[in-house]
């Protein structure tokens, strides 16, 4: 395989996940009785422009279909990340009535709702028929496609250029990074704002959160990477944020190359600094993830077992794709899980890929009364443990498995 980016051949391996299906890929009553594609999962990185980048098999198309289940707008804790996001860019950037403001990856329109009502222009890009016909009941204008340079193209021949494109969480699921990234460059009008956010690959190393590498993420970004994607592509970095989300982001700031004006901000070079001395430009700095990665399963499965044997009920909550990346690798089954919660009503009823453990609504914890309850998404673990707060009533504990065993 060959870099995205640049095309150099990859060699250096972060980790091999063995074979999982894609993760987003939920299963019906009737599909249980149909064979399941499962995929290998490895990780490479290139150590020309350190992009660290998921092994290729299967495209977009795959992946993001028509019954793609992720809504956005289910956790508070993300609206009050996008609400207080649009307060202050819109601020900052002076927006109103004549501006035009494109989110790329709109999803269900939880953060351009908030564009929306302040009464600025703005369009969703947003592929997947799901989530872009829960947009359109917000009242938002969705264009249904992939984002890319023919689009952008065929939206500044009709004088739809952007003041500010946001891009939250979609940068990393691009297969062809090089032409997501011109487009912007071509949208956006000679004085626009870009602005991206994504998982940290600081973080993701640091914390050993593997189970948020999954097919649907192409690539695993670090600012210095990203700032070398930027650039070969007509866009000029020009402020980095830290960000709590997703267990740890950042959110970039970027501007045309050929006409921004912008002073590079501190940020840049402060965390371009960081980066380096933790070397993450380096071969070694890659070196032990996978046996940092293999001790976190193993604990998850002695865990397991050992309630089992103990004739303790485990479940899960939040059907999330970081959840069906740690399942499938580590193996387990209802056998050990019995079922995970989650109030998305598209997912409830389906069944985890892979693992085939049954979704089903919150009302169903009060019923059974498990003694442990396993959260999979572990970012929104104070948000959890705040919503489930009663099953203390009668014991539970909580268990995260991300970046250690940790029983609560």
């Given at each position: 395989?060959r870099c ?6 990859l060699?250096i391996?972060l ?18 009785s149909t ?14 422009c350190?992009?660290v ?7 977009d ?7 793609y289940?992720?809504f ?7 609206l ?13 950037l002076?927006?109103g ?18 564009i929306?009502e ?15 016909n829960?947009?359109?009941e ?16 065929r939206l ?11 891009a ?18 071509i ?11 994504f ?8 914390k050993c ?5 999954y ?19 007509g ?12 267990g740890?982001?950042?959110?970039v700031?970027?501007?045309?190359a ?8 501190s940020?840049v070079?402060?965390l ?13 700095y ?10 976190v ?11 089992k ?5 485990v ?5 999330a794709?970081k ?11 209802p ?9 998305n ?25 498990p ?8 970012n ?16 539970a ?5 991300v ?6």
């Amino acid at each position: 395989m060959r870099c995205r980016h640049c095309g150099s051949s990859l060699s250096i391996s972060l980790v091999d996940l063995g074979s999982a299906p894609p993760s987003n890929a939920y299963l019906t009553k009737d599909s249980l009785s149909t064979p399941e594609i499962w995929l290998p999962l490895r990780v490479l990185v290139c150590d020309k422009c350190w992009l660290v980048q998921t092994q290729d098999y299967k495209t977009d198309v795959v992946f993001f279909d028509s019954d793609y289940s992720y809504f956005s707008g289910f956790s508070n804790s993300w609206l009050s990340h996008s609400k207080a996001y649009v307060e202050h860019i819109t601020s900052h950037l002076k927006l109103g009535s004549d501006s035009l403001v494109y989110e790329v990856a709109a999803n269900d329109g939880s953060l351009l709702q908030f564009i929306h009502e302040r009464g600025i222009p703005c369009i969703g890009i947003e592929p997947t028929a799901s989530t872009a016909n829960s947009a359109r009941e917000k009242g938002l204008s969705i264009v249904q496609e992939f984002f890319g340079v023919d689009l952008a193209r065929r939206l500044v021949e009709i004088s739809m250029s952007a003041d500010l494109i946001t891009a939250n969480n979609v940068l990393a699921h691009v297969p062809d990074i090089n032409d997501f990234t011109k487009g912007f460059s071509i949208l956006l009008k000679p004085s626009g704002v870009a602005t991206f956010e994504f998982p940290h690959l600081l973080e993701l190393i640091s914390k050993c959160q593997f189970d948020t590498i999954y097919h649907e993420h192409y690539s695993y970004l670090s600012l210095s990477s990203v700032i070398r994607i930027f650039r070969s592509n007509g866009l000029s970095v020009f402020k980095v944020e830290r960000l709590p989300t997703h267990g740890g982001s950042l959110r970039v700031f970027a501007e045309r190359a050929d006409t921004g004006k912008r002073m590079i901000d501190s940020s840049v070079n402060q965390l371009l600094e960081v980066e380096s001395i933790n070397g993450i430009q380096s071969e070694e700095y890659y070196s032990n993830f996978q046996a940092r990665t293999d001790k976190v399963k193993d604990d998850l499965i002695n865990f397991l077992y050992t309630a089992k044997a103990s004739s303790k009920k485990v479940v899960a909550y939040g059907a999330a794709a970081k959840g069906n990346t740690l399942l499938n690798y580590a193996g387990i089954r209802p056998d050990l899980i019995s079922y995970v919660i989650d109030n998305n009503p598209a997912k409830q009823g389906k069944f985890l890929p892979g693992s085939r453990i049954p979704i089903l609504p919150e009302s169903h914890l009060i019923d059974d009364k498990p003694d442990y309850i396993v959260i999979l998404p572990w970012n929104l673990q104070s948000e959890i443990q705040i919503q489930l707060n009663y099953v203390r009533g009668w014991g539970a504990l909580f268990v995260t498995a991300v970046p250690s065993l940790t029983i609560f």
